[in-house]
């Protein structure tokens, strides 16, 4: 998918629920990618770790690959790893469609940015909770996307941070064309302020894979997210 086929697929489904595939059953990849499209998302997060930038370790490029192979969904490939731009390349050719990475990781975002527009992948800047949005005022022209966290970058499961609602709003404010992402404690009992923020792609592990039923928990956060 093109990037301006991606930004323009999710600016026509939000808000819509992302399920970030942290916590799948990786034994049953194909059998979850398949009840997660039944169940109607506009597309998969995956979230890369590299036991440096953050203390936890998931998947590289392989496991984009294999999902890319898997589902036609647009694929939103979050990077929580040190010196992102040694590996731009090789995520882009693996089948993103969209590549985050965080401003902690790489305070001079721009040339990356670049490189991803260059790819014709569609490109976003994450902030951890403890960062102020002014960290990024300098390069949101380039971003398609904005992802900020509600908990620190890293593992699942953890509780929601609401400082990321006043950032979705400044960043809204800021760059009024970017598709603003949250991630991090999204559930029924969250979703509504943070659609209520402004966002528009919402981020959802543990909300979504803690249950037997994905589609139920899908549809639940779906009608929630639509009620004002
Ligand atoms: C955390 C990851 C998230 C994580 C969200 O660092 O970026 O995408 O999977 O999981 P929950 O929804 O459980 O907070
Ligand atoms: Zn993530």
Redesign the pocket.
């Known amino acids: 998918m093109s990037r301006l086929a991606f930004i323009e697929t999710l600016r026509q489904a939000a808000p819509a629920i992302l399920p970030?595939l942290l916590q799948c059953d990786f034994g049953n990849l194909q059998r979850d990618i398949r009840l997660l499209e039944e169940a109607g998302v506009p597309g998969l997060?995956l979230?890369v770790m590299d036991g440096d930038f953050v203390p936890n370790f998931t998947y590289g490029m392989t496991i984009v690959a294999a999902v890319r192979k898997l589902t036609k969904l647009p694929l939103d490939v979050?990077l929580m790893i040190s010196r992102p731009e040694r590996y731009l390349k090789q995520f882009c050719e693996a089948g993103a469609d969209c590549v985050t990475f965080h401003i902690e990781a790489q305070p001079e975002p721009r040339p990356l940015l670049e490189a991803l527009r260059q790819q014709d992948v569609a490109a976003g800047i994450v902030l951890n909770p403890g960062t102020p949005v002014e960290a990024i005022a300098n390069c949101l022209d380039l971003c398609d996307t904005v992802l900020v966290m509600s908990v620190e970058a890293g593992f699942g499961g953890q509780s929601f941070n609401p400082v990321a609602l006043e950032k979705l709003q400044q960043v809204r404010e800021m760059a009024p064309h970017v598709v603003l992402e949250i991630?991090g404690g999204v559930n029924d009992h969250t979703i509504q302020r943070c659609t209520q923020a402004g966002a528009q792609m919402l981020?959802v592990g543990s909300g979504i894979f803690a249950h037997a039923d994905y589609a139920q928990a899908v549809q639940t956060l779906q009608r929630l997210a639509h009620t004002p």
Do not use: E
């Open positions: 970030s997060h979230d979050h991630d981020v």
